[in-house]
């Protein structure tokens, strides 16, 4: 059994979204929508489902291409604009066995450029209404070690809990060994964090392990607490809290 709760909403659910969506190609605003539905095609994370209504009009073209989906046939529409055409861009429900989602649109998150809740940027994929995601600063000890090697050791990390996945450990810089940090031009997003602003590599015994350390400089507000420190994935690096072994979990995000 994991030591994290795993996600609460099942398969196939279905919610009203209490925020104002936008959702932008360019400077255009391609759906902006009060009237958002939230449909949990996967238990994880939703996606967002808007009345075709709330499309600025004349941007779908449909593609003639039909396919089953999750709640329902839906046809394939590309989004065309004055700046760009994207094909595959969305999946127009003319109905549907879940009756609100009949007559909707559930847009490709990558073929926009930007998505807002209200006025704050969401990025990756929607925001989960019910998973929580907290920042708490700890006084455990932590180590974090590869093939025998210590890469950090902290008595005042930030733990973040975060709804369906293992407990993240950030530390403070300088209780991180850079000796075996190569700096990575990876970059990832999280809906819930933001952008990262620095990804490393481990390099040790004369193997070098890719992207295994992370940092949010500029995190979301909610996630303040977390800025400018470091962070390693449980799943490939060896965690010990307060001298005893955590498990590597298989779960694979920042």
């Given at each position: 059994?994991?030591?994290?709760?795993?996600?609460?909403?099942?398969?196939?659910g279905?919610?009203?979204?209490?925020?104002?969506?936008?959702?932008?190609?360019?400077?255009?605003?391609?759906?902006?929508?009060t009237?958002?539905?939230?449909?949990?095609?996967?238990?994880?994370?939703?996606?967002?489902?808007?009345?075709?209504?709330?499309?600025?009009?004349?941007?779908?073209?449909?593609?003639?291409?039909?396919?089953?989906?999750?709640?329902?046939?839906?046809?394939?529409?590309?989004?065309?604009?004055?700046?760009a055409?994207?094909?595959?861009?969305?999946?127009?429900?003319p109905?549907?066995?879940?009756a609100?989602l009949?007559g909707?649109?559930?847009?490709?998150?990558?073929?926009?450029?930007?998505?807002?809740?209200?006025?704050?940027?969401?990025?990756?994929?929607?925001?989960?209404?019910?998973?929580?995601?907290?920042?708490?600063?700890?006084?455990?000890?932590?180590?974090?070690?590869?093939?025998g090697?210590?890469?950090?050791?902290?008595?005042?990390p930030?733990?973040?809990?975060?709804?369906?996945?293992?407990?993240?450990?950030?530390?403070n810089?300088?209780?991180?060994?850079?000796?075996?940090?190569?700096?990575?031009?990876?970059?990832?997003?999280?809906?819930?964090?933001?952008?990262?602003?620095?990804?490393?590599?481990?390099?040790?015994?004369?193997?070098?392990?890719?992207?295994?350390?992370?940092?949010?400089?500029?995190?979301?507000?909610?996630?303040?607490?977390?800025?400018?420190?470091?962070?390693?994935?449980?799943?490939?690096?060896?965690?010990?809290?307060?001298?005893?072994?955590?498990?590597?979990?298989?779960?694979?995000?920042?």
């Open positions: 059994m994991d030591d994290f709760p795993a996600p609460v909403t099942p398969q196939g279905v919610a009203a979204v209490p925020r104002r969506v936008r959702g932008f190609l360019g400077a255009r605003a391609v759906v902006d929508s009237r958002a539905l939230y449909a949990w095609e996967w238990p994880y994370y939703p996606q967002y489902y808007f009345p075709l209504d709330d499309v600025a009009p004349g941007l779908l073209i449909g593609e003639d291409c039909y396919e089953e989906g999750p709640f329902g046939p839906f046809e394939w529409h590309t989004l065309r604009t004055g700046e055409t994207r094909t595959g861009a969305a999946r127009v429900l109905g549907s066995p879940v609100e009949g909707t649109v559930r847009f490709e998150w990558d073929a926009l450029d930007a998505w807002y809740e209200e006025d704050e940027q969401v990025y990756v994929h929607p925001r989960n209404p019910y998973s929580r995601v907290d920042a708490v600063r700890s006084t455990r000890q932590v180590r974090v070690a590869l093939d090697v210590t890469l950090a050791r902290s008595s005042s930030v733990m973040v809990f975060e709804t369906g996945l293992p407990t993240r450990y950030y530390l810089r300088t209780e991180v060994d850079f000796a075996h940090l190569v700096v990575s031009p990876t970059v990832t997003a999280c809906p819930y964090k933001g952008v990262t602003s620095g990804y490393w590599s481990v390099h040790v015994g004369g193997a070098q392990y890719p992207d295994l350390a992370w940092t949010y400089d500029f995190p979301t507000r909610q996630l303040l607490p977390i800025a400018g420190l470091v962070a390693f994935y449980n799943e490939k690096v060896d965690i010990w809290i307060d001298g005893r072994p955590v498990p590597r979990p298989v779960t694979h995000f920042t």
